[in-house]
């Protein structure tokens, strides 16, 4: 069955890095396009970036255009966020899912990430 | 681009039918039908229960059943059960930034 493994979440103080991994498994990875959604808390669900099933195309919203890069490796099946310059603002819970036109098909079980000093 | 606009919450008891709207524009809930629908419960993993404005994944029960007018989408669930209880939020297609969510919904049953 489809499985997305999210791995990498911590505790970062502001202005820090870390790097977020999903591990897919049970669908042809290299075929979809695969997105991070987050979820603060309290808050509702948070779509951010997306990348292309290649990965020649990566789009951000503007809350992380800048300070965060989606890549992916198909050879590894595997999505990865990479964020710097991090905000107490970017505290939440990180999903990644498969995209098609809007929709999120798959979802991880999310990786937690709080930023505080 | 700005959120889908949905209800903060609803409630139904047992049994009973309840519908969630989720109202967009022309760019993105009216412009297509690349509407979806997610239960969340707290602590779990997003389920989509309704994706091209009315498709059911298989699995999902048959109580669930999603519609469209012009901007608004909306979701009904009949037959309220008590694992009903959740948030619920709706997406879209926008080609200006890809996906836009709804504000989410949250369904006590009472």
């Known amino acids: 069955q489809v499985q997305l493994v999210e791995s990498g979440g911590a505790l970062v103080k502001p202005g820090g890095s870390l790097r977020l991994s999903c591990a897919a498994s049970?669908?042809?990875?290299?075929?979809?396009?695969m997105s991070w959604i987050r979820q603060a808390p309290g808050k509702g669900l948070d779509y951010f970036s997306i990348?292309?099933?290649?990965?020649?195309?990566?789009n951000y919203a503007d809350s992380v255009e800048g300070r965060f890069t989606i890549s992916r490796d198909n050879t590894k099946n595997s999505l990865y966020l990479q964020m710097n310059s991090l905000r107490a603002e970017d505290t939440a819970v990180y999903y990644c899912?498969?995209?098609?036109?809007?929709?999120?098909?798959?979802w991880g079980q999310g990786t937690l990430v709080t930023v505080s000093s | 681009q700005s959120a889908l606009t949905q209800p903060a919450s609803v409630s139904g008891s047992p049994g009973q039918s309840i519908t969630i709207s989720c109202t967009g524009t022309s760019s993105d809930v009216g412009g297509h039908n690349y509407v979806s629908w997610y239960q969340h419960h707290p602590g779990k993993a997003p389920k989509v229960m309704i994706y091209d404005v009315s498709n059911r994944p298989s699995g999902v029960s048959n109580r669930f059943s999603g519609s469209k007018s012009g901007n608004t989408a909306s979701l009904t669930i009949s037959g309220l059960q008590a694992e009903d209880e959740a948030d619920y939020y709706c997406s879209s297609y926008t080609i200006n930034t890809h996906v836009v969510f709804g504000g989410g919904t949250k369904l006590t049953v009472l």
């Open positions: 990348i292309s099933s290649t990965g020649d195309y990566t």
């Open positions: 899912a498969t995209v098609r036109y809007g929709q999120f098909d798959y």
């Open positions: 049970g669908f042809t990875f290299s075929d979809s396009f």
